[in-house]
Nanobody, 115 residues
């Protein structure tokens, strides 16, 4: 069973930075995707960034390209989302996920960008 533990959200002013972490356990598959969605009330869930093991590539939504960076620490089984130059429209609940044979979700972490 894959378990994901997300952390790192908070309140930050526009232009600020946050780093989200997602610690994964039980992810033993060779072919998987791991990443982040965000959810804003009243809007559709948006894929923010992910890493696919098959081609070892990182993907970013157009809205975050150049500002967000996805990274991995295999020794810690943890992935990170470094979020810089944050904007109010980045506000939302961020969910870590892992898709392999099944789908696993971490608990959401709130990110609020406001002055």
């Amino acid at each position: 069973e894959v378990q994901l533990q997300a952390s790192g959200g908070g309140l930050v002013q526009p232009g600020g930075s946050l780093r989200l972490s997602c610690a994964a356990s039980g992810l033993t598959e060779d072919d998987y995707a791991i990443g982040w969605f965000r959810q804003v009330p009243g809007k559709e869930r948006e894929g923010v960034s992910c890493f696919t093991s098959r081609d070892a590539r990182k993907y970013y939504a157009d809205s975050v390209k150049g500002r967000f960076t996805f990274s991995t620490d295999n020794a810690k089984n943890t992935v990170y989302l470094q979020m810089n130059s944050l904007k109010p429209e980045d506000t939302g609940v961020y969910y870590c996920y892992a898709f392999g044979r099944g789908a696993s979700w971490g608990q959401g972490t709130q990110v609020t960008v406001s002055s």
